[in-house]
């Protein structure tokens, strides 16, 4: 069973399905706006649900899965990862189960797994209620208040005083489990995202932002490259190993996140057991030939992933990477191919609809333009990437 908040596309990698059709016969779960495209000879059994209602969304899943002899769930939007757990744990299916997601999803019990096992965190709190902010050690500066199972840096607030804290809290007016306070951590933001199986890693990417995710804003621009091999970045993957172990991931795809610090520390920030969205995977594809999509889908089926690399050559040293653009009120113009060749874009997906009926951002993938593109290195792939937000800009 798939269950899917994604459009349909996201199941393909151009005409040739994600899913292995050939070893499964899918029972896809979808919103009644997704279902474009979505062929009735692949697809014979689609259950049309409205995602507003999470409830509604997993008694329809419960019931495909106890009536249609379900063997494995797939899942790879956060919002659904919780869901999918519970399920394979009520009903004893094989992936990751309850207990292990919530570790990947929950910043509280996620950080103080990895703390335990002597990875350096920022200094961080459940916040349930407004005493908590007293027990804040302020002394270290600007702190960050978001949800504990939050999504896309939504409802991500820095705060630089108790003051600033107990007002914006009396505002969110959150019941107790829901929001953490940590410390703000100063310095660069690095993703690596991994393919594990069965407790060994596969494979590792490892990417920094040119603009941090919570920065969202009208007009500005987003993404990331791919590092080239160093030794900063084998720090970062070496991290992710630890990491991995310390939350106990038999088999899935990973989305970790760190800081690092002027000082050169790395801070855990927080790991993800699903692919980094906003355009990480077909960066990764086009530098490595691995599809992180096509391992998560194929492993939450129950199947072996396909991690083959391509062999390296001259040709392969370019630095890959992606840039987001946010709508800015109002409807963007589309590039013309001439333009995205001009400036040297491989794949661009333009998002006419991005920021809604306001047209500003809602999160940190809600991109009016995005591109995959490439440089000789990290100087010359920002230079590419400027010029196409002043493009895309006007």
């Known amino acids: 069973m ?3 908040r994604d459009p349909h596309h996201t199941l393909f990698d151009g005409t040739r399905c994600l899913l292995p059709l050939a070893e499964v016969e899918p029972h896809l779960v979808t919103n009644p706006w997704l279902v474009e495209g979505v062929e009735s000879s692949d697809f014979r059994h689609t ?9 509604r969304v997993e008694q329809a899943c419960d019931w495909i899965v106890k009536t249609n002899g379900i063997r494995g769930i797939v899942a790879l939007h956060e919002k659904m990862v919780i869901m999918a757990a519970r399920l394979r744990t009520a009903h004893g299916l094989p992936g990751l189960h309850l207990d292990t ?6 910043k509280v019990r996620m950080k103080s797994a990895v703390q335990a096992h002597g990875v350096t965190v920022p200094d961080f709190r459940a916040l349930d209620r407004e005493g908590d902010l007293a027990a804040v050690d302020w002394s270290r500066g600007r702190h960050i208040i978001k949800p504990r199972c939050g999504v896309g840096s939504n409802q991500t607030h820095i705060v630089d005083s108790p003051a600033t804290a107990r007002k914006l809290w009396r505002q969110l007016g959150a019941p107790p489990g829901e929001y953490e306070i940590e410390e703000f951590i100063a310095g660069d933001m690095f993703h690596c995202d991994g393919i594990v199986r069965d407790g060994r890693v596969l494979h590792t990417s490892v990417g920094k932002y040119h603009a941090r995710p919570g920065n969202v804003a009208p007009g500005a621009m987003a993404g990331s490259y791919l590092l080239p091999d ?3 970045a084998q720090r970062i993957v070496d991290l992710h190993h630890r990491v991995v172990g310390a939350l106990g991931l ?19 920030c927080e790991i993800a057991a699903r692919p980094g969205g906003g355009g990480i995977d077909r960066m990764i594809l086009r ?6 999509r096509e391992a998560a889908i194929r492993i939450e089926a129950g199947l072996p992933p396909v991690v083959t690399h391509r062999p390296t050559s001259a040709g392969d040293q370019a630095v890959w990477g992606r840039v987001g653009i946010y709508p ?3 409807a963007p113009a589309e590039l013309t191919a001439q333009e995205c060749g001009e400036l040297g874009v491989a794949e661009y997906e333009y998002r006419p609809t991005a920021g809604g009926n306001d047209g500003l951002p809602r999160h940190s993938t809600d991109y009016a333009h995005r591109f995959i593109l490439s ?3 990290p100087a010359d792939f920002m230079a590419k990437a400027n010029r196409l937000r002043a493009v895309a800009g006007r």
């Open 2 to 4: 798939i269950i899917s």
């Open 47 to 55: 259950t049309v649900c409205d995602f507003a209602n999470d409830d």
């Open 101 to 106: 997601v919530l570790l990947f999803r929950d």
């Open 230 to 232: 160093g030794a900063l």
């Open 250 to 268: 038999g088999s899935g795809v990973t989305h970790l996140e760190v800081f690092h610090t002027p000082e050169d520390k790395l801070v855990f």
């Open 287 to 292: 530098r490595h030939g691995v599809h992180l």
């Open 328 to 330: 800015h009120g109002r």
């Open 375 to 377: 440089g000789n290195g």
